[in-house]
């Protein structure tokens, strides 16, 4: 193999994680949630092909109809995590209890916060999906994580992280020292670092991300930033407008790119649709790492303490000029 070619367990094994205690717990989680995304990888892939689309006939905690996708990335991601030993519990969208771990198993220090599989219900029409995940370390006494171990502010969280199964599926973290994106090779089966030391340009692209069906319920605020994109009064901002529907997808090319993704609130729903825990807060944490900021229109993300394992938040994420700027037009409310 080139020596150029740098894999995620080589880029782990040179222990940029060792700022971190238990750095090798870490390192163990990480690879374990990678093997997990090639798993999913590979029948995401080939959805279309077996009995692996459409909704499953449940609904979950939000009263959404769930994919067989859904249950199947969660299935994988807390089996993967659970035999592992590194992990003491596992908050999952998909789940409405704090998940524990089977007795036979193992446990570690870290918890994880996951949506197994976010924006499935584009996956019918083949569009891009992902995996959310954050990582936090125990702080209870005991075996078992509790919901005292995650109902913590994000700036807590020891690494987070991204899948994003596009063109090409990405495997994309920070553990606080920056962000790291490895494209999987399938000619080798191995994620492949190609986007080393991540940095969202500045100012980046005039790029705008929300949907705008729903302006006629946004706050007075929201609907002037978002006339200012269109060009103002003045006609001065020259922006576009990318809305994909699947958030790891709009990230995504907000990170490379720079721009503003939001999921602003309503006023019959002021906290919006996206959830802090396991979208959020590891999306924000990324965000910031890679030099953007992340806010719910009023505060950075990062010191929100979370109520409830769903609870969701507005969200705004990206360049910091353009998130400073939703933050100045939503406090004229
Ligand atoms: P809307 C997908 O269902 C999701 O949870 C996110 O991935 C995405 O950003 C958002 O919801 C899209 O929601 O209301 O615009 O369809």
Not at 44 to 53: E, G, H, N, Q
Not at 62 to 83: C, F, N, P, R
Not at 236 to 243: E, G, I, N
């Amino acid at each position: 193999m080139p020596e150029s070619i740098v894999t995620l367990e080589d880029f782990l094994a040179v222990g940029k994680q060792d700022h971190l205690k238990d750095a090798h717990e870490l390192t163990h989680v990480l690879i374990q949630l990678s093997l997990a995304a090639k798993v999913i990888s590979n029948s995401v892939r080939k959805a279309s092909l077996s009995d692996i689309l459409g909704a499953s006939g449940n609904t979950n905690v939000h009263g959404e109809q769930v994919q067989k996708l859904d249950e199947y990335a969660d299935t994988v991601i807390v089996e993967m995590l659970s035999k592992g030993g590194s992990v003491c519990g596992i908050a999952s969208e998909e789940s409405e209890e704090l998940i524990s771990i089977p007795k036979h198993y193992e446990t570690g220090p870290y918890v994880i916060c996951i949506d197994p599989l976010d924006g499935s219900s584009n996956i019918d029409v083949n569009i891009s999906v992902g995996t959310i995940f954050s990582i936090r370390k125990k702080r209870s006494e005991g075996r078992d994580a509790q919901l005292t171990d995650v109902l913590r502010p994000g700036a807590e969280q020891c690494a987070a992280g991204y899948v994003h199964y596009g063109p090409s599926t990405m495997f994309v973290f920070t553990s606080g020292s920056g962000v790291n994106g490895f494209t999987l090779d399938p000619s080798i089966d191995e994620f492949v670092l190609s986007h080393p030391d991540l940095k969202m340009p500045s100012p980046g692209t005039n790029v705008y991300s929300v949907n705008e069906a729903y302006m006629r319920k946004w706050t007075a605020g929201q609907q002037k930033l978002v006339h200012q994109f269109h060009g103002g009064q003045d006609g001065s901002d020259s922006f576009s407008s990318r809305y994909v529907g699947s958030m790891v997808a709009d990230f995504h090319r907000t990170i490379l790119r720079g721009g503003i993704f939001m999921y602003p609130g309503t006023r019959d729903n002021p906290k919006g649709k996206l959830r802090l825990l396991y979208e959020v807060a590891p999306l924000g944490f990324v965000c910031e790492q890679a030099g953007g900021l992340a806010s719910d229109g009023k505060q950075p993300v990062r010191n929100i303490h979370p109520e409830d394992l769903h609870q969701r938040i507005p969200v705004f994420l990206g360049s910091p000029h353009l998130i400073k700027l939703a933050e100045q037009y939503l406090a004229r409310n």
